[in-house]
């Protein structure tokens, strides 16, 4: 008997439900993938796309990675960005962060260790950039919660400068890009305000989003 047989057969178990409520899903979505979304969040486990949105196999393209950290020199992301947006033709990018990231917690306090270290600057570098705004920040746990925010406020940013994206707009694509951070404690996607749709608006946007983040008061509408 396999260790992994259980899940094998929860596997089974939801590859059937499906089929009964609709016995040609599988077929549809072997021969078409075409979804509008694009999702760029962090790899936690408690941070499932799909479920997160209520969207079925097919509707969400995704990638994730440590602290939902967008890099100019990831070939990974960027492949996963460009074949979202010169193939699939998606209409929105995603950008999702969550409360409590363990990764942006590891940056905050300089406690990465091996390789991870390395990946983590990149937050290092936000933590640097907004180091005013943390320092007036009590609490630990709302420090890391600021981060949070913060962090998806520069990946969003990332992503409207790369020149995917921008070749995207030149051309007149449909796109936006936008931000949100999930509340593991409750199940919500919180709403940054930030929905880029052209490099015309991207420097505006942008700052009245991190404006308005950095005079609201920390954990604003999150339940304590």
Known sequence: MGQLDHLLGKNKS????????????FDRLSNQQAPEYLW???????VPANQIVDLMPGELFVHRNVANVVVHTDFNCLSV????IDVLKVKHVLVVGHYGCGGVRASLLNEGF????????????????????LDGIASEQDRVDRLCELNVVEQVGHVCQNNIVQEAWRRGQALTVHGFVYDVADGILRDMGLSISGEEERETVQARSLQELIERPVRSGRQK
């Open 14 to 25: 939801w590859a059937d439900g499906i089929k009964a409520q609709d016995p040609q899903f």
């Open 40 to 46: 760029i969040g962090c790899a936690d486990s408690r």
């Open 114 to 133: 091996g390789l991870i270290s390395n990946w983590l600057r990149h937050v290092q570098d936000v933590r640097d950039k907004h180091q005013s705004v």
């Open 81 to 84: 960005l460009q074949f979202a």
